[in-house]
């Protein structure tokens, strides 16, 4: 969906306007951690140009795992910047805080909201911490609990839409299943959010807000490139040049439809057990500062929503290309249930093949497949027993890790077995698969996430018999800009026949 003078970006590589002003700047960074002679191509080593052509055209995830594959578990991938996929670095990297200075947010990527205020993803330290715990409860136990009747609303409306469908059809139907999926995650996370739906179910479309909001991660992306690109100062304005002004409007236009359902919640002083239920508790009635709850209800929309419908539609497309485990998760849901109505979150917690496919699946087509950039502490860091200076850029670089063999036995084979201790897959490493990040940074509604995909595809396996359409064979072939850029995902749909 990138525009071409988003794609014309690409072309900067190859601008000869890298002059000894950036250079210069580049062999500085480059010294900074050559003494450690850590693996790489020279020309990643020399300049950054690489790095953001990769970015900007949406190649970023097969050139890492190409990298990695090629020398190993460390690699430098510019000047200034290194990525692992060992376990360990995704610990040191992501996980809890140690005494002193832990590691930062790159500044570059983790821009505030458009009122300026930071949200949960991008606040740091202190600040973080207070945000998460105002949030937190509205993603506990207790609350997930309380939601399972908007769950069960909402899956059970996708259910009954395509039904509507294939019946109207007379035979097999064939639907775009990441729309169907990304239009039940849009109606859920604004019901949970905003105490109302976007309605895209009951239209089978996408709404002027749903619309702008699912392009918003891409634009986020572009934005946040030329924040990225200030480290080579004179490409930085033609970087901008190449950016539509039309992206960063659609960013504002986003936030300010937000600003209005939020303040109509509030309006309403429902006591629906949504999200703002639980954050809105305090004496004052807003238990949050209003300007940051406006920034928090943006990201908890972009987040709660294409995330999900993304790890949705990898998990169908690789079960549908793999029948013996289509097969067996047919067979035990449908085994396990006598009826449509059996089948609610706390029944599909207890089937293990269900849960292992998920699991594979997000391995396999990981929603987030680039990595989340860290600065190192201004004193340094040891990480996988190697010291690295202080203000150096560092990610855990998720698809890479994911299909490595250092990691996974066979790691390009979607194979469920492997999480229900098939001894083939001994060896594997399944600490390199979080596909919802570790830490006190991680992932806040991981829960959610994967109840909902558990819910919705043990519904849809009970319901349909389903078969990928031949042009989609090489579906998860997709360039990513922060989440992959999904093409159509094309199942022919026909109902279960099953006795009266």
Sequence with gaps: MATSRIKDVTMLAALPICHHRVFGRQREDSRTISTHNYPGPKFLKASRVPYLKWMFSGTL???IQRLHEQYGPIVRVAPNELSYISPEALKTIYGHRQPGDGFRKNPAFFQPATNGVHSILTSE??????????????????ALSEQQDILQHFTGLLIHKLRERVEASGSSQSVDMFEWYIWTTFDLIGDLAFGEPFNCLEAASFTEWVALVFNAFKTFAFV??????KQLAPLDKLVRLMIPKSMKARQDKVFTLNVAKVDRRIASKSDRPDFLSYIIKSKDGVAMPMQELYANSTLLVLAGSESTASGLAGITFQLLKHPEALKKAVEEIRSAFAAENDIVPDSVRRLPYLAAMVSEGLRMYPPFPEGLPR????QGALICGQWVPGGTYVQFSSH???????????????????WLGDKHF????????????IGPR???????????????????????????????????DQKSWIQWDKKPLLVKLSLVGRPE
Excluded at 132 to 142: E, Q, V
Excluded at 224 to 229: D, E, L, V
């Design 61 to 63: 995830v097969p050139h």
């Design 125 to 142: 330290g202190d600040a973080h911490s207070s945000v998460r715990r105002k949030i937190l409860p509205a993603f506990s136990d207790k």
């Design 224 to 229: 946040n490139i030329s924040q990225t690109s």
């Design 375 to 378: 600065l190192t502490p201004r």
């Design 400 to 418: 890479a890790a994911h299909r490595n063999s250092a990691n996974f036995t066979d790691p390009d084979v979607f194979a469920p077995e492997r």
């Design 426 to 437: 001994a060896a594997d490493i399944s600490e390199a698969s979080q596909p919802f990040s």
């Design 442 to 476: 991680s992932c806040i509604g991981r829960n959610l996430a994967y109840l909902e995909m558990r819910l919705i595809l043990a519904r849809m396996l009970w319901s349909f018999d389903m078969k990928l359409s031949a042009e989609c064979e090489d579906w998860d």
